[in-house]
């Protein structure tokens, strides 16, 4: 997760408040004021740690017992859901759906477990790759539909073959394409998911 661009946290009069600035003020952003609690959530979120990073140190910080945690993991999703819903924050994009693999690989000195439809393997498209049972370094997962990645997060990168976003993890777009329109990619880089159109028809 990580904080909006355009937004700063300032004592004002006593209080910690949120206040937007330059383009954010131009898009009539509004601030907002947070306890103690909120600074540090925003503070926290400097190292644009995921997800489950944040909820871990927000437990340790606060929990006093198993019940609490519980509540302090309802309270922390409540927040982080209105702060990503007001603009102040971007949440992690989805971990990728993969299904079992079915194809095991390796491919410059690197496991890779690839999940795939089955006339992938059976059509011997993947026979280049030399196979290397049981060692699992990524996961990556291959979908073939209709359904293509939305657009979402900060752009970064915007060329004629290629568009990435930034959001927790990584989303590539390949405008140039015409079988592959797209990867969305881990922050750690372990588990990716790769669009393929379905040209079938």
Same mark, same amino acid.
């Given at each position: @997760?990580?904080?909006?661009?355009?937004?700063?946290?300032? %004592?004002?009069?006593?209080? $910690?408040?949120?206040? &937007?600035?330059? $383009?954010?003020? =131009?898009?009539? =952003? #509004?601030?907002?004021?947070?306890?103690?609690?909120?600074?540090? *959530?925003?503070?926290?979120?400097? %190292?644009?740690?995921?997800?489950?990073?944040? !909820?871990?140190?927000?437990? #340790?910080?606060?929990? +006093?017992? =198993?019940?609490?945690?519980?509540?302090? #993991?309802?309270?922390?999703?409540?927040?982080?859901?209105?702060?990503?819903?007001?603009?102040?924050?971007?949440? +992690? &994009?989805?971990? &990728?759906?993969?299904?079992?693999? %079915?194809?095991?690989?390796?491919?410059?000195? /690197?496991? *890779?477990?690839?999940?795939?439809?089955? %006339?992938?393997?059976?059509?011997?498209?993947?026979?280049?790759?030399?196979?290397?049972?049981? $060692?699992?370094? @990524?996961?990556?997962?291959? !979908?073939?539909?209709? !359904?293509?990645?939305?657009?979402?997060?900060?752009?970064?990168?915007?060329?004629?073959?290629?568009?990435?976003?930034? $959001?927790?993890?990584?989303?590539?777009?390949?405008?140039?394409?015409?079988?592959?329109?797209?990867?969305? /990619?881990?922050?750690?880089?372990? #588990? =990716?998911? *790769?669009?393929?159109?379905?040209?079938? +028809?």
């Amino acid at each position: @997760m990580k904080r909006s661009e355009g937004f700063l946290l300032k %004592n004002v009069g006593g209080s $910690r408040c949120l206040l &937007p600035y330059g $383009r954010a003020i =131009a898009d009539r =952003a #509004r601030g907002t004021t947070l306890n103690e609690t909120g600074a540090f *959530i925003w503070e926290y979120l400097e %190292n644009e740690p995921s997800r489950e990073e944040l !909820t871990r140190e927000f437990i #340790r910080r606060y929990s +006093d017992g =198993a019940e609490d945690e519980k509540e302090l #993991r309802r309270d922390l999703d409540g927040f982080l859901s209105a702060m990503v819903s007001w603009g102040y924050i971007v949440g +992690d &994009p989805p971990e &990728p759906k993969l299904p079992p693999r %079915n194809a095991e690989l390796e491919i410059a000195g /690197l496991g *890779i477990a690839l999940s795939c439809p089955e %006339n992938f393997v059976k059509n011997g498209l993947l026979k280049k790759f030399r196979k290397k049972p049981g $060692r699992e370094d @990524m996961r990556v997962g291959v !979908t073939v539909g209709k !359904t293509e990645p939305e657009p979402s997060g900060r752009e970064v990168l915007r060329s004629f073959d290629l568009v990435v976003y930034e $959001r927790g993890g990584y989303l590539m777009l390949f405008p140039s394409l015409s079988k592959i329109s797209g990867a969305r /990619l881990s922050r750690d880089g372990t #588990r =990716a998911e *790769i669009f393929c159109r379905d040209d079938s +028809d």
